[in-house]
Every structure is written in C-alpha cells, then in structure tokens.
C-alpha cells in the first residue's frame, strides 16, 4: 500500500466475485506488435505477489514530459507519491474460470499507459471478464518500450561474455506537437493506429483461445495454455478513456467482432466526420460532469440513432481524472488542486462507471448475469447520474 501517513489511500478492490490475476504480453520483436497487460479471473493465491502499479521509471519520465515538467524532480516527486502503490490483482496467479469469458479489450488516454487503469479493468475482471489493456505505440502513451533485434555494430562492440539474447530494449516516448502543428492530421493517424492495435490484441487473444502457440517476448511465470478455449469469442466488447474513446469508435468501425463499445469521457476530435455513420454497434457514453464541452458532444449526438442503441449519461461531481487511477492515490485537497479528483467520492464515481458499464455489456453481449440490475444506471437514474448530458448543445449543431 502507500506509504503510511495515507494508507487509506489506494486503488479500491474489485468487488466481483473472482480473485484477479493480471501478467503482461508483448508480441514480437517489432514496434508494429501487440503489447498488452490482461487481467483475468484466478485461483486465490497467497503466494501472488501484487505488481507496482508504474512498473518502471521511465513511465515517470515519460509523465513529465507529457507534462511539461522537470525530468528528474518530477521523478522523485512521482516516486514518493505514487512509487509504492500496487495495483488490485495478483501476478502471475493461475488462470481459473468454470465457465468462458467474455473478452474487453482496453483503450487508455493520451500520456496514459497500460496499467493506470487497474480500478476499472480489475473490476471486470473480478466479475469474469479477460480485459486486455492495450499499450500504444502511437506515440500518444507517456511512454512504452519494444524490443528490437541488436545491429552488427551494437553486437561486434559489447564484450562477448555479456551478450544475452540479441535483443535491445528501446522505449518511445510521448510526442508533443510542434509549435504551430496542426492537431487533427496527427491524431486522426494516431487514432487509426490505436484502433489496428486494439484488433492486434483481440486477434492475438483469438489465438491463444485456439491453441495457437504465440511467443511472449516478455518473460513471465503465467502459463498461457491455460487460457486455451477460455474465452468466449462471441462476447467481445472495447471500452477506453478519452482519446480510447475515440479508440473504440474507430475500432468497432473496423472491427466487428466488437459487439459493443463504451467510451468513458471520449475525446471525438480524431475521428473523420465520414466514420459517424458507418459505426454500426451500441455504444454507451459515460462523461464526467467538467471535462465535456458543446462541440465534443454534439460529435457524440451524430451517433444518435433510432435503430442501434445509443446511450449518454454523466456522472455528477466528477473531473476527466475520475477514470484513470489517479483519483484514488492523492489527499483531496492536493487531488482536487490537481484536477485528479472532482466533489464525488472518487470510489463512488467508478463504482457508478463499472455498474453502468457492466450493465450494458450484459444488454449487448448477452451475458447471463446479474448485471441488468444496474440497468437504471444506463438511463441515468441515480441520485449522481445525469442522463444524457449537463453541457448545452445548440440544437442546430446536431
Ligand atoms: C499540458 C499537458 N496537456 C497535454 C496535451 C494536457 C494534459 N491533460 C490534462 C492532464 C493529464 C493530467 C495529469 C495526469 C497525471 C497527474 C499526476 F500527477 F497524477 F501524475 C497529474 C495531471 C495532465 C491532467 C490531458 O491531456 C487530458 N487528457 C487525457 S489525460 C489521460 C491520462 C494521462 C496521464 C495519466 F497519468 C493519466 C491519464 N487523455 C486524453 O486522451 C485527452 C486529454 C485531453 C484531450 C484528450
């Protein structure tokens, strides 16, 4: 946990029924692969060990860049306040399910990561989801790594008792826009690169369901055999946050084996104005009450439709922060100051997100569960539930 003086401080627990296991995978030796963390329900173990929840430094330098900050003071200061958190799930637990999974693939936000969405992919995974958190190499993530094979001249220099395999580990970090870069050219190809990585993950996922040896270039003790013929690929679902938003439309768009889609604080600019109406899935909006404004909505509305559903709620009190993990690891005052938490109780905005969420990947994957409880939540129906939106929208921007 956090260092003493907040231990109340921490990424809630998923509250599902399962035990949550979560191991990373990393295709090939290319910056074009998949790299992915999954989380998944296990066996309880107490062996397990919890992961950091930011697995190296660089993910710090990259922060501050995204940032604009210091490198290296915002090292430290990242290091004390976030350097201790583990993340809700077991390493490398045993896979255990007796029945097949449904499968969500996971979109983060611009100068996000893989792994600062734990709350939200933990969650589903207690309640018997395989959630695949898909790490962009798009130049849009903080940071991320890949390896690469060693050239002649880098193999010919290191002195020959050390050389382990050939491989290099490079890291790529967030890009900025150059001065007088104009946005929408670089996230429109950004935001198609994040949609064929989304694919990747599930397509990579669809091999190891049936059996297909795939090498993991990453070392772990996670036995992926045991994930053959576990998860049910005709209940596969992408959610994201943010820019992932945007992700998801673009993925369902080129992919339909995505039943559904949920976008959490979406971010449209990315998207051509001719993909709106060639999405043909449910998509279900969650929004946080600061972060929304006219223009970024009214993309959202020219997804109304008569015939595929369409949903929109926000929930009340809450920051664009409210999603990632941050809002958890922060005193208020000093998450508030930093717009990481708004007046909601941080684990109750997610609380309403995950229902709501689950609620309607029941509706549109066809689970049997218990989730249509949490139907009213789609609808808005809650005390800190806005259905639709609270921004105004002129009707003729429609
Ligand atoms: C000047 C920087 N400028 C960059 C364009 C704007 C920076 N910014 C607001 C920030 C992210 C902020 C943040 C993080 C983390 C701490 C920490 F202290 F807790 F580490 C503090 C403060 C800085 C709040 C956003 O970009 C908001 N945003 C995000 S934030 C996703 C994210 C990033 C890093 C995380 F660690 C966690 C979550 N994802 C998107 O897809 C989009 C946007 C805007 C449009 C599309």
Redesign the pocket.
């Known amino acids: 946990m956090g260092n003493t003086c907040s231990n109340h401080l921490g990424i809630p627990p998923a509250k599902g029924p399962n035990a949550v296991g979560c191991t990373d995978f990393m295709m090939d030796h290319t910056v074009k692969g998949t790299f992915f963390r999954i989380y998944y329900p296990c066996q309880e173990t107490e062996k397990a060990e919890r992961p950091d929840w930011v697995p190296c430094k660089e993910y710090f330098n990259g922060?501050a860049d995204?940032?604009?900050i210091n490198r290296t003071l915002s090292e430290r200061i990242?290091n004390y306040?976030?350097g201790s958190f583990k993340i809700p799930a077991f390493l490398d637990a045993p896979f255990k399910s007796n029945e097949k999974c449904p499968v969500v693939i996971f979109s983060?936000?611009?100068?996000?990561f893989r792994t600062?969405y734990s709350a939200v992919c933990a969650e589903l995974a207690s309640q018997g989801f395989i959630v695949a958190s898909v790490e962009h190499r798009d130049q849009s993530a903080?940071a991320t790594y890949y390896f690469r094979e060693k050239t002649e001249s880098e193999r010919a220099s290191e002195t020959s008792a050390s050389a382990q395999d050939n491989l290099v580990q490079e890291w790529m970090y967030y890009r900025?826009l150059k001065h007088g870069e104009s946005e929408f050219p670089v996230r429109n190809k950004q935001v198609k690169q994040r949609a064929d990585e989304c694919i990747l993950a599930l397509d990579t996922l669809i091999k190891i369901n049936s059996g297909i040896p795939v090498q993991n270039v990453l070392k772990t003790q996670f036995d992926w055999t045991t994930l053959e013929n576990s998860m049910d690929m005709c209940r596969i679902a992408a959610v994201g946050?943010?820019?992932?938003g945007a992700t998801v439309i673009e993925a369902l768009c080129k992919e339909v084996k995505f039943k559904c889609g949920i976008a959490l604080d979406a971010?449209m600019t990315p998207l051509d104005d001719e993909l709106y109406h060639r999405v043909k899935q449910p998509i279900f909006f969650i929004n946080s009450e600061k972060f929304q404004w006219a223009g970024n909505i009214s993309r959202m509305r020219k997804l109304d439709s008569a015939v595929i559903q369409r949903k929109m709620i926000t929930i009340r009190g809450t920051v664009?922060?409210s999603f990632?993990d941050?809002t958890f690891?922060?005193g208020n005052w000093i998450g508030k100051l930093?717009?990481?938490k708004g007046e909601l109780d941080p684990e109750l905005a997610i609380d309403l997100s995950n229902k709501a969420t689950l609620a309607f990947l029941q509706r549109h994957l066809g689970l049997e569960k218990n989730f249509n409880r949490w139907d009213p939540l789609i609808d808005g129906q809650d005390e800190n539930l806005i259905q639709g939106t609270n921004v105004t929208v002129l009707q003729s921007a429609i």
């Open positions: 922060l995204f940032m604009k990242f306040l976030f983060h936000g611009l100068g996000a600062l903080s900025s946050h943010s820019f992932g971010w664009h922060q990632p941050f690891l922060t930093m717009k990481l």
